[in-house]
C-alpha cells in the first residue's frame, strides 16, 4: 500500500521560505509524473508544481519564479522549496500524482503565512 507523508509546513511571516517533503513508501516515486498540490479554506484542492520522471518541471502563475520543486530519488521523496511566501499561499499542501490516478491523498502539512 502506498503512503504519501508530507512534512516541512508551519508558520512563516510574508517573505519567508519553507522547504516541504513528500516522502513515500510503497512504491518508487522517480516511476511518476509528481505534483505539489494545495488547498485553502473554502477553496478547491489545486496544483501549484509538477516534476516528470525525467526532472522537468511545470508551475501555477501565482507560484511562478518563488516556488521550485525536486526529487531526491535516493531518499524517494519529493520536495517543494517555497521562497517570497505571501499571506495567499496559506494552505494544506500535498503531493500526488499528477493525472486522473492518484495515490490516496496524505493528511498534508499546513502552511500558515502571516504577519
Known amino acids: 500500500q502506498v503512503q504519501l507523508v508530507e512534512s516541512g509546513g508551519g508558520l512563516v511571516q510574508p517573505g519567508g521560505s519553507l522547504r516541504l517533503s513528500c516522502a513515500a513508501s510503497?512504491?518508487?516515486?522517480?516511476?511518476?509524473?509528481m505534483g505539489w498540490y494545495r488547498q485553502a479554506p473554502g477553496k478547491q484542492r489545486e496544483l501549484v508544481a509538477g516534476?516528470?520522471?525525467?526532472?522537468?518541471?511545470n508551475y501555477a502563475d501565482s507560484v511562478k519564479g518563488r516556488f521550485t520543486i525536486s526529487r531526491e530519488n535516493a531518499k524517494n521523496t519529493v520536495y517543494l522549496q517555497m521562497n517570497s511566501l505571501k499571506v495567499e499561499d496559506t494552505a494544506v499542501y500535498y503531493c500526488?500524482?499528477?493525472?486522473?490516478?492518484?495515490?490516496?491523498w496524505g493528511q498534508g502539512t499546513q502552511v500558515t503565512v502571516s504577519s
Open positions: 500526488n500524482r499528477q493525472g486522473i490516478l492518484k495515490f490516496t
Open positions: 510503497g512504491t518508487i516515486l522517480s516511476n511518476y509524473l
Open positions: 516534476i516528470t520522471s525525467s526532472g522537468s518541471t
